[in-house]
Each structure stands twice: as C-alpha cells, then as structure tokens.
C-alpha cells in the first residue's frame, strides 16, 4: 500500500484559514470512512486531531475541521493561531486490517 | 487517563534483534486494538501492523513492507505489547510508537522510544 499523498508545505497568516489535501484511492480514502488527522510539534508525539472524516475527539478546538470528497479528504484550520504551526499527517483505513499515512504536510504561520 | 510507555530503543548493529516494550494503562487492554507507528529522523509517520482485541481473536496485521522480520504480540498479564525486530538494517532507525487504536483511529500515542542501527 502506497502513502496517501500530501502537499509539503501550506501557510497562513494568523486568523486565516488554510487546508491541506490528502489524496488516496478507492481502497483506502474512497472506501471507507476511518480517516483521520494527527498534529505533530517538534520532538513531540502526532495528537489525533480528527477520527472518522469529520469528528473531534474532546478538547480539539472546533476551529479544525474535517471532510472528504471521493478519494480525497481535507483538513481546514480556521482562525489559524501561532500553537496551529506544526506538521499534519493524514491517515486511512485501507482494508483489511492495514492502515495507511499520508506524506505529511508543515503548516507555517506567517 | 490513558498512558502508554514505549521502552527498549537503543544502538544496535545491523542484523542484530531487538524487541520493544508498550506498558499500557487507563483502558480496557485486553479488547483494545493496538498498533505500532515510527518516524524516521526528518521523515513522515509509517504504520508497522496492529494487534487486535482478544474479543476479536487477537491476530496481528502488518504493512507489507515489514515482511516478516517484525512480530506485535502482547501480555494480558501485565498489560504490555511488543514489537520483535529482527534483521535489523539502518533503515530502521526511527523513533517507534504505540498507540491505541479507537474508531479507526490512533487514538492515544506514547512519547516513543529511539532505535538506532549502526555499525
């Protein structure tokens, strides 16, 4: 299985919105709705952020958002703050029992 | 409060074994799903396998490209999950996670333990 792919870099300047892209295929994203988002900082451990497209587990501001579209889902932060500037990483059921990441993505606050 | 504590990284030569410890707690260990994560230095999160809840047969699930040299069981007893490396090569030098798997989801992470292979 193949990572789900995501753009590099994506930036913002505070209060803005930004969205980072993950792309898949029908066997993982298109086919089932187990996709999820972890925010990682430096030398830290990823933070789910998002589990099943679109839910926040508790204490994730409601500024973070999730959806999907076909083989391809989405994670938009609103309102972006300095805390937001870390790396993002998608991540998909694929069948099975196996589980995919995307490429990660640096989100950078201008 | 769920805690997972990963244990064992350290410096080994390449081909060598190493086996690391998760001591879980704070949840349901023995019906819980559990995989192993790591991260290269500088690079992206990778997905190791999964080890399911005795509630549903206990089988372990791997990404293709462990290919057999690593092996996730567990211990009821004390709450622990493993992860067995053999054939070690220096692409597997990471920082190696787990998590606890709920909803489709990595859940809850550890701070990770650093495995190094080097000659």
């Known amino acids: 299985q193949s990572a789900l792919t995501q753009p590099p870099s994506a930036s913002g300047s505070p209060g803005q919105s930004v969205s980072i892209s993950c792309t898949g295929t029908s066997s993982d994203i298109g086919g089932n709705n187990y996709v999820s988002w972890y925010q990682q900082h430096p030398g830290k451990a990823p933070k789910l952020m998002i589990y099943?497209?679109?839910k926040r587990p508790s204490g994730v501001p409601d500024r973070f958002s999730g959806s999907k579209s076909g083989n391809t889902a989405s994670l938009t932060v609103s309102g972006l703050q300095a805390e937001d500037e870390a790396d993002y990483y998608c991540s998909s059921y694929a069948g099975s029992n196996i589980y995919v990441f995307g490429t990660g993505t640096k989100v950078t606050v201008v | 409060e769920v805690q997972l504590v990963e244990s064992g990284g350290r410096l080994v030569k390449p081909e060598e074994s190493l086996r690391l410890s998760c001591a879980a707690s704070g949840f349901a260990f023995s019906t819980a799903w559990m995989s192993w994560v790591r991260q290269a230095p500088g690079k992206g999160l990778e997905w190791l396998g999964l080890?399911?809840?005795?509630?549903?047969?206990?089988?372990?699930h791997y990404a293709a490209f462990v290919k057999g040299r690593f092996t996730i069981s567990s211990d009821d007893s004390d709450n622990t999950m493993y992860l067995q490396m053999n054939s070690l090569k220096t692409e597997d030098t990471a920082v190696y996670y787990c998590?606890?798997?709920?909803?489709?989801?990595?859940?809850?992470w550890g701070r990770g333990t650093l495995v190094t292979v080097s000659s």
């Open positions: 998590t606890w798997n709920y909803a489709g989801a990595f859940d809850s």
């Open positions: 099943e497209v679109t």
């Open positions: 080890i399911r809840g005795k509630a549903d047969g206990g089988t372990t």
